[in-house]
């Protein structure tokens, strides 16, 4: 179960499959996710407020995991970890779903071809 960090709509997602892996996922890696929890904007979003789900409970989509608990080594040696796991929604070509991400990200995607999600990060740790 992870936390999903963007404003696409949903709040708890479960991950079903590791992408190109056969070992858990930790940062940066590309995940399969079912959404189990949406998140709510208020009885106010039904109108124009502009704020709409564009996920649902049950939608099976794609994610990046942007923080692990288990500990990530650093190539400088220190070790790195989270307070929880926390994912972003992402498209079959990798483009983040939300539009605004609400919450640190690890530095970890740096080294990947994650741009387009730090581009939406606040600031990365």
């Known amino acids: 179960m992870l936390n999903c960090i963007d404003n696409s709509g949903a709040a708890v997602v479960e991950c079903v499959n590791v992408l190109k892996k056969q070992s858990p ?3 940066g890696d590309r995940i399969i996710v079912v959404v189990q929890k949406q998140r709510n904007f208020g009885p106010e979003s039904s109108t124009n407020s502009g704020i709409a789900n564009k996920v649902r409970r049950g939608d099976i989509r794609h994610a990046v995991v942007v923080r692990a608990k ?4 650093r190539p400088d040696g220190s070790f790195v970890k989270f307070d929880d796991n926390a994912c972003v929604l992402i498209n079959k ?3 983040p779903i939300g539009t605004r991400l609400n919450g640190i990200v690890g530095a970890e995607l740096r080294g990947k ?3 387009k999600i730090l581009s939406l990060a606040p600031m990365h740790l």
Request: zero cysteines; proline letters at 0%; hydrophobic letters at 30%.
């Open 113 to 115: 071809q994650w741009s």
């Open 70 to 73: 288990k500990e990530i080594q």
């Open 93 to 95: 070509s990798g483009d």
């Open 25 to 27: 996922a930790t940062v």
